[in-house]
Protein backbone atom coordinates (compact mmCIF):
# COMPACT_ATOMS: atom_id res chain seq x y z
CA UNK A 1 0.00 0.00 0.00
CA UNK A 2 1.52 3.29 -0.91
CA UNK A 3 2.66 5.62 1.53
CA UNK A 4 3.07 9.45 2.65
CA UNK A 5 6.71 9.59 3.70
CA UNK A 6 7.83 11.67 6.33
CA UNK A 7 11.73 12.26 7.62
CA UNK A 8 13.01 12.69 9.49
CA UNK A 9 10.87 11.46 13.09
CA UNK A 10 12.06 13.62 15.45
CA UNK A 11 14.06 16.87 15.70
CA UNK A 12 15.01 18.71 18.27
CA UNK A 13 15.92 22.46 17.35
CA UNK A 14 16.87 25.66 19.65
CA UNK A 15 14.74 28.04 19.70
CA UNK A 16 15.29 30.72 16.72
CA UNK A 17 16.57 27.97 14.71
CA UNK A 18 15.24 27.31 11.01
CA UNK A 19 13.76 23.75 10.47
CA UNK A 20 12.81 22.06 7.13
CA UNK A 21 10.66 19.16 7.18
CA UNK A 22 10.43 16.64 4.42
CA UNK A 23 7.61 14.88 3.13
CA UNK A 24 7.29 12.80 0.32
CA UNK A 25 3.71 12.10 -0.92
CA UNK A 26 2.26 9.59 -2.55
CA UNK A 27 3.13 9.60 -6.30
CA UNK A 28 -0.27 9.97 -8.15
CA UNK A 29 -1.51 12.33 -5.78
CA UNK A 30 -2.28 16.45 -7.02
CA UNK A 31 -2.91 17.59 -3.66
CA UNK A 32 -0.55 18.01 -0.17
CA UNK A 33 -1.43 19.39 3.33
CA UNK A 34 0.66 20.04 6.56
CA UNK A 35 -0.90 19.69 9.74
CA UNK A 36 0.36 19.69 13.25
CA UNK A 37 -0.86 18.54 16.45
CA UNK A 38 0.25 20.16 19.88
CA UNK A 39 0.90 17.44 22.45
CA UNK A 40 -2.69 16.14 23.78
CA UNK A 41 -4.49 18.88 21.84
CA UNK A 42 -6.39 18.45 17.82
CA UNK A 43 -4.89 18.14 15.07
CA UNK A 44 -4.95 21.60 13.44
CA UNK A 45 -4.10 22.13 9.42
CA UNK A 46 -1.57 24.34 8.23
CA UNK A 47 -2.08 24.72 4.46
CA UNK A 48 -2.63 23.08 1.42
CA UNK A 49 -0.72 23.07 -1.62
CA UNK A 50 -1.95 22.40 -5.35
CA UNK A 51 -0.74 23.18 -8.50
CA UNK A 52 2.85 24.47 -7.15
CA UNK A 53 1.11 26.99 -4.91
CA UNK A 54 -0.59 27.65 -2.01
CA UNK A 55 -4.18 27.42 -1.95
CA UNK A 56 -5.61 27.63 1.31
CA UNK A 57 -3.80 28.62 4.68
CA UNK A 58 -4.68 28.96 8.43
CA UNK A 59 -4.24 31.51 10.83
CA UNK A 60 -1.21 29.55 12.44
CA UNK A 61 0.60 29.79 8.98
CA UNK A 62 2.25 32.81 9.43
CA UNK A 63 5.08 34.39 7.61
CA UNK A 64 7.57 32.16 9.67
CA UNK A 65 6.06 29.21 7.79
CA UNK A 66 6.30 28.19 3.89
CA UNK A 67 6.11 25.20 2.09
CA UNK A 68 8.08 23.92 -1.23
CA UNK A 69 7.66 21.50 -3.45
CA UNK A 70 11.35 21.46 -4.80
CA UNK A 71 11.20 18.34 -7.52
CA UNK A 72 8.88 15.98 -8.49
CA UNK A 73 8.56 14.47 -4.94
CA UNK A 74 9.35 15.93 -2.08
CA UNK A 75 6.92 18.29 -0.16
CA UNK A 76 8.91 20.52 2.46
CA UNK A 77 7.72 22.95 5.31
CA UNK A 78 10.16 24.85 6.68
CA UNK A 79 9.69 27.45 9.72
CA UNK A 80 12.28 30.35 9.58
CA UNK A 81 12.70 30.88 13.21
CA UNK A 82 11.09 28.69 16.03
CA UNK A 83 9.51 29.32 18.78
CA UNK A 84 8.95 27.09 21.98
CA UNK A 85 5.19 27.06 20.94
CA UNK A 86 6.22 25.46 17.40
CA UNK A 87 6.65 22.58 19.74
CA UNK A 88 4.41 19.43 17.64
CA UNK A 89 4.04 16.69 15.94
CA UNK A 90 3.76 17.74 12.24
CA UNK A 91 1.73 15.62 9.95
CA UNK A 92 1.88 16.07 5.82
CA UNK A 93 -0.54 14.34 3.96
CA UNK A 94 -1.83 13.85 0.37
CA UNK A 95 -4.88 13.24 -2.00
CA UNK A 96 -5.50 12.59 -5.61
CA UNK A 97 -7.85 14.49 -7.32
CA UNK A 98 -11.63 13.54 -6.56
CA UNK A 99 -13.86 14.28 -3.91
CA UNK A 100 -14.18 10.57 -3.03
CA UNK A 101 -10.67 10.10 -2.28
CA UNK A 102 -9.54 10.03 1.32
CA UNK A 103 -6.41 12.14 3.17
CA UNK A 104 -3.76 9.65 3.50
CA UNK A 105 -1.49 10.45 6.11
CA UNK A 106 2.53 10.33 6.80
CA UNK A 107 3.48 9.20 10.63
CA UNK A 108 4.82 12.43 11.54
CA UNK A 109 7.80 14.04 12.51
CA UNK A 110 7.88 15.06 16.18
CA UNK A 111 9.63 18.59 16.17
CA UNK A 112 11.13 19.69 20.12
CA UNK A 113 12.04 23.29 20.03
CA UNK A 114 14.42 23.97 23.25
CA UNK B 1 -15.67 27.28 11.87
CA UNK B 2 -16.74 23.68 12.04
CA UNK B 3 -16.69 22.54 15.30
CA UNK B 4 -16.99 18.45 15.53
CA UNK B 5 -17.23 16.96 18.89
CA UNK B 6 -16.60 13.54 19.83
CA UNK B 7 -18.10 11.28 22.61
CA UNK B 8 -16.97 9.68 24.69
CA UNK B 9 -13.73 11.54 25.07
CA UNK B 10 -12.64 7.86 26.53
CA UNK B 11 -13.93 4.34 26.64
CA UNK B 12 -12.35 1.14 27.95
CA UNK B 13 -14.39 -1.83 27.21
CA UNK B 14 -13.53 -5.67 27.68
CA UNK B 15 -12.59 -7.68 24.69
CA UNK B 16 -15.31 -9.07 22.45
CA UNK B 17 -17.26 -6.23 23.40
CA UNK B 18 -19.17 -4.18 20.95
CA UNK B 19 -18.55 -0.37 21.34
CA UNK B 20 -19.76 3.18 19.78
CA UNK B 21 -18.28 6.39 19.19
CA UNK B 22 -19.77 9.32 18.09
CA UNK B 23 -18.84 12.51 16.22
CA UNK B 24 -20.99 15.39 16.07
CA UNK B 25 -20.88 18.33 13.94
CA UNK B 26 -22.12 22.11 14.90
CA UNK B 27 -22.66 22.83 10.99
CA UNK B 28 -23.87 20.85 7.69
CA UNK B 29 -21.37 17.73 7.19
CA UNK B 30 -19.93 17.23 3.57
CA UNK B 31 -17.39 14.50 4.29
CA UNK B 32 -16.82 13.23 7.09
CA UNK B 33 -13.61 10.95 7.66
CA UNK B 34 -12.51 8.49 10.60
CA UNK B 35 -8.71 8.17 11.17
CA UNK B 36 -7.40 5.64 13.64
CA UNK B 37 -4.10 7.21 15.79
CA UNK B 38 -2.04 5.31 17.82
CA UNK B 39 -0.11 7.36 20.56
CA UNK B 40 3.06 9.29 19.08
CA UNK B 41 2.13 8.34 15.53
CA UNK B 42 0.27 8.95 12.38
CA UNK B 43 -3.44 8.77 11.72
CA UNK B 44 -4.39 5.62 9.71
CA UNK B 45 -7.42 6.46 6.99
CA UNK B 46 -10.31 4.05 8.13
CA UNK B 47 -13.09 5.39 5.99
CA UNK B 48 -14.76 8.37 4.39
CA UNK B 49 -18.65 9.14 4.53
CA UNK B 50 -20.25 11.65 2.41
CA UNK B 51 -24.17 10.99 1.45
CA UNK B 52 -26.83 10.92 4.43
CA UNK B 53 -27.17 7.41 5.51
CA UNK B 54 -24.05 5.77 4.18
CA UNK B 55 -22.78 3.49 5.49
CA UNK B 56 -19.32 1.71 5.00
CA UNK B 57 -18.08 -1.12 7.03
CA UNK B 58 -13.95 -2.35 7.07
CA UNK B 59 -12.90 -5.49 8.91
CA UNK B 60 -15.25 -5.55 12.45
CA UNK B 61 -15.64 -1.25 11.90
CA UNK B 62 -18.74 0.15 10.48
CA UNK B 63 -19.41 3.62 10.46
CA UNK B 64 -22.63 5.65 9.52
CA UNK B 65 -23.25 9.00 8.64
CA UNK B 66 -26.57 10.83 9.74
CA UNK B 67 -26.62 14.28 8.25
CA UNK B 68 -30.10 15.48 9.34
CA UNK B 69 -28.36 15.01 12.88
CA UNK B 70 -25.00 16.13 11.55
CA UNK B 71 -23.70 12.90 13.19
CA UNK B 72 -21.66 10.03 12.70
CA UNK B 73 -21.37 6.93 14.50
CA UNK B 74 -18.29 4.38 14.71
CA UNK B 75 -19.16 1.22 15.79
CA UNK B 76 -17.15 -1.64 16.52
CA UNK B 77 -18.16 -5.52 16.87
CA UNK B 78 -16.44 -7.96 18.86
CA UNK B 79 -13.90 -5.67 20.40
CA UNK B 80 -9.84 -6.66 19.98
CA UNK B 81 -6.75 -5.33 21.47
CA UNK B 82 -5.60 -4.41 18.40
CA UNK B 83 -8.49 -1.79 18.31
CA UNK B 84 -6.82 0.26 20.60
CA UNK B 85 -5.88 3.94 20.06
CA UNK B 86 -7.31 6.99 19.41
CA UNK B 87 -10.11 6.98 17.21
CA UNK B 88 -10.22 10.59 15.30
CA UNK B 89 -13.10 12.13 13.26
CA UNK B 90 -12.54 14.92 10.60
CA UNK B 91 -14.98 16.79 8.48
CA UNK B 92 -14.46 19.08 5.10
CA UNK B 93 -17.06 22.09 4.37
CA UNK B 94 -16.95 21.77 0.92
CA UNK B 95 -15.53 24.01 -0.45
CA UNK B 96 -12.21 24.31 1.54
CA UNK B 97 -9.51 21.67 1.27
CA UNK B 98 -8.78 21.19 5.03
CA UNK B 99 -10.42 19.01 7.05
CA UNK B 100 -11.58 20.35 11.02
CA UNK B 101 -10.95 17.44 14.01
CA UNK B 102 -12.53 16.27 16.63
CA UNK B 103 -10.18 15.57 19.62
CA UNK B 104 -10.87 12.05 19.64
CA UNK B 105 -11.62 9.60 21.48
CA UNK B 106 -9.25 7.06 23.04
CA UNK B 107 -10.33 3.88 23.46
CA UNK B 108 -8.85 0.79 25.30
CA UNK B 109 -9.16 -2.56 25.11
CA UNK B 110 -8.70 -5.32 27.82
CA UNK B 111 -7.54 -8.44 27.71
Known amino acids: EPEVTQTPSHQVTQMGQEVILRCVPI?????FYWYRQILGQKVEFLVSFYNNEISEKSEIFDDQFSVERPDGSNFTLKIRSTKLEDSAMYFC????????????FGSGTRLTVV | SQELEQSPQSLIVQEGKNLTINCTSS?????LYWYKQKYGEGLIFLMM?????EEKSHEKITAKLDEKKQQSSLHITASQPSHAGIYLCGADRGGSEKLVFGKGTKLTVNP
Open chain 2, 27 to 31: KTLYG
Open chain 2, 49 to 53: LQKGG
Open chain 1, 27 to 31: SNHLY
Open chain 1, 93 to 104: ASRRQGAVYGYT
